[in-house]
């Protein structure tokens, strides 16, 4: 939390500085984001730890979401995030209806 908050004080300093650096700045910083999280796709069957995006987008929408809808199972081989109305069972997992 305290990298956001430097890299967020950068930018404001630099565009209380000069506007259009400041632009500039923030406009490569957006660019690197799109880059990053371009081709992220949400996959529920891939542990927490094995993949850094889909740990971090999962902590931030369960941190958001208000309704525990998203729920964190032990398995053999390490946590799984699953919606609650799934369930996993030897790898498998299926939706509970």
Known sequence: MQHLVIV????AA????NQLV?????????????F???DF???RNILLDQNEQQTIFLVVTNYG???DSIV???TADGYLA????MSCDGGVCSSEE
């Open 41 to 43: 796709i949400l996959d």
């Open 8 to 11: 967020c004080g950068f930018v």
């Open 82 to 85: 699953l919606e609650r109305n």
């Open 36 to 38: 990053a999280w371009g």
């Open 22 to 34: 400041g632009m500039f700045v923030l406009t490569g910083i957006m660019a690197a984001f799109l």
């Open 14 to 17: 630099v565009a209380g500085w």
């Open 72 to 74: 964190f199972q032990n």
């Open 65 to 67: 979401l208000t309704d």
